[in-house]
């Protein structure tokens, strides 16, 4: 072999080339953005639990929080993500390939808000393949169901005027419980839909301005 | 006459097959088969979509994430260790035994490997790509990878033999883990670095993992068989060179992607270096292929399926990344599943088990898998590719997501990767058994032939 602490030296000074262009250098504009930036997302507590819940559930490996500037993505959001949706965070969500939807915008998907909002997420979460994941869609959605975030109850056992009475009975019948049971959220589905429901586009940043098109 | 002469063969390449790189390849393929199990239990959720829908720690995201790591730290990264000692201690002719310090050090690497993936299983993952093993453990890993190659590494640096370019590939195939490990858990784990910036690590880390260090060793092990057959002649080794350092120059950059929440020149920059490694390996298969199509008999193991299967495969992986990385394609390519099927199909399942087989070559003395067992792989391959660009094209029309005759196609190709592989492994580890790991020549025995001669 010719010269082979040249080689290493090669080699060393090419990785170091590319640790200061790709992430030194980065990180002196993006790593010093604060509170006085604009910085969109700042999660509550029980945000940041669901936050641990969907890294716990694997989500990521199939939903990605990144809307880019092509075309295909527009549907996602009225913007594109940029370094400033995620400063601050540790370990940013983004994932790197979609099975399912892009979650970025979720909070602001019409099937999701409003007085069913949250039931229709819990629904998606519990039997997406029969709730269909995002509207619009023709395509029976291929998500694994998610029965561990759900408690098993008797449905006797739950007050008239609790809010999960209805959810219960349709989840029990759903996942085929004898008459009688049915499936409640745990704490950890509702930490979740806190979290996922906090997910949304809908600040204009002068690097990222909210398209008008998209808005209409 | 010893054995080993007995199988002597045109190709000029003896067996020679050292006990720590049988462990070493044994220890691989426990963690391809669990790799593959375990992702073929993940892509059945997307059939029976209630399977274990109760138990929280196999969910899909987990499942395909333990399988990934099973894949490339259990698989990859020791059969790449494999094969770059192999092609060592032939180059070196010494008869290195089990190596007590590298032996320790791939024990050490699978419990910490185990570790890590039960604390996959526990903790979840945040989608950082390769990354999901905790700080303690990719540092861990890092330690004893060292265990593993600086024998090794201390051995090609003392060869004084100028004539030949493979140890430099070798050497830079064994030490890109602990380069790229290193530094990278620590800026990730313990450096305080936040937001963007840990993506855009676990992206080049993937990236370099994948696309330097697989085509990197590769093409050393190709290089190294052209330089071990005598009958070679006009084999220039300034091609090779020009390769390497192409590799090296601009490998390293990548990972980036159009769209990535970074923007901006280092983007763009990231992007336009994919271009590099493909560029270095158009340019040295362009000689292995003329030395192979030569029609002399004599290049027997280079005019193989098996050498052609390596070559074809890293110049076809490499190109796509490339292509698929132009803006043009980047919106209806990029994350999709078809850059993690490129990665995972034809590296981990193609490309390595072919070097399974170039290790045959060592054991013994020729290069003739059975035609069954490469059809099967050759069409598993195939099928694979061919899945992932419908995929990538209806899935772009049903808004990125994976549709049902997709589905029906992958579930297809699940089976017949596992059911190929799987053959390949029995194959391989058959005849490796069969070996009975002869015993190298000694640097004394090979200079007394060479005097009576």
Known sequence: MNHPF?????????????WNTLIVNPQKHFGQLTTQDEIP???????????????????????????????????????????????????????????????????????????????????????????????????????????????????????????????????????GLEEGHGYIPSYRAEVLADYLMSLKLDQSLFVAPIQESSEE | MTMTENKSTSSGIQPYMPPLVLFLWASALKWLLIGLGVGFLASLKMHATALFANISFLNYGILQEVSETALVYGFLLQAVF????????????????????????VFAWNILLTVGVIQIF????????FMALSGSVLLGLVITSLFIVLPWVGRLLNSHDDNKIAPSYLLISLLVFPMIALPGGHFLHSAGITGVIQNVI????????????????????????????????????????????????????????????????????????????????VAIFLVLFGLANTNDNSHSVLNTFGLKWIAGGVMLA??????????????????????????QYILFGSLLMGAIFLIRVGIKGDFKPSAIL?????????????????????????????????????????????????????????GAIKGCCPAPQSKSVEKSKLANA
């Open chain 2, 122 to 129: 526990i903790n979840g993952t945040y989608g950082l790509k």
């Open chain 2, 374 to 430: 490469c059809f099967s792989i050759y069409f598993g391959s195939l099928i694979c590719l061919a899945s992932y660009a419908i995929e990538a094209i209806a899935g772009n029309a049903s808004g990125l997501r994976m549709n049902v005759a997709g589905l029906l196609v992958l579930f297809i190709v699940s089976v017949t990767q596992v059911l190929s592989i799987t053959v390949a492994c029995i194959t391989a580890s058959l």
């Open chain 1, 41 to 175: 997302k700042v999660l509550n507590g029980q945000q940041k639990q669901g936050r641990q819940v969907y890294a716990e559930s694997g989500c990521v490996k199939c939903h990605t929080q990144q809307v880019r500037y092509f075309e295909q993505d527009s549907k996602y959001g009225p913007r594109f993500t940029v370094a400033n949706d995620f400063a601050g965070q540790d370990k940013p969500l983004l994932g790197s390939h979609r099975i399912g939807p892009d979650l970025s915008n979720l909070g602001n998907n019409g099937k999701y808000t409003g007085g069913d909002g949250r039931m229709n997420l819990y629904k998606t979460l519990f039997h997406a393949k029969e709730s269909q994941v995002m509207e619009g869609s023709s395509l029976a959605s291929l998500m694994p169901r998610h029965y561990f975030l759900f408690d098993k109850v008797e449905l006797s056992s739950l007050a008239p005027d609790n809010e999960y009475s209805e959810l219960a009975r349709e989840l029990g019948e759903t996942a």
């Open chain 2, 82 to 105: 494999a094969g770059c000692i192999w092609a060592t201690a032939k180059l070196g002719n010494e008869a290195p035994g089990l190596g007590h310090v590298s032996s320790i050090g």
């Open chain 2, 202 to 281: 676990s992206q080049w880390y993937s990236h370099t993992l994948i696309f330097t260090l697989v085509p990197l060793f590769l093409m050393g092990i190709l290089i190294f068989l052209v330089e071990e057959d005598p009958t070679v002649k006009g084999y220039s080794k300034s091609v090779p060179t020009a390769s390497l350092w192409c590799i090296l120059l601009g490998g390293f950059l990548g990972g980036l992607y159009h769209g990535f929440p970074v923007g901006g020149a280092v983007n763009a920059l990231s992007v336009a270096s994919v271009w590099f490694p493909a560029f270095g390996c």
């Open chain 1, 6 to 18: 040249v080689l290493l030296i090669g080699a060393i000074l090419s990785i170091g080339l590319s």
């Open chain 2, 318 to 343: 490499l190109s796509l990344n490339a292509i698929a990385s132009l803006e043009s394609f980047a919106g209806s390519f990029g994350l999709t599943t078809f850059k993690p099927g490129l990665e």
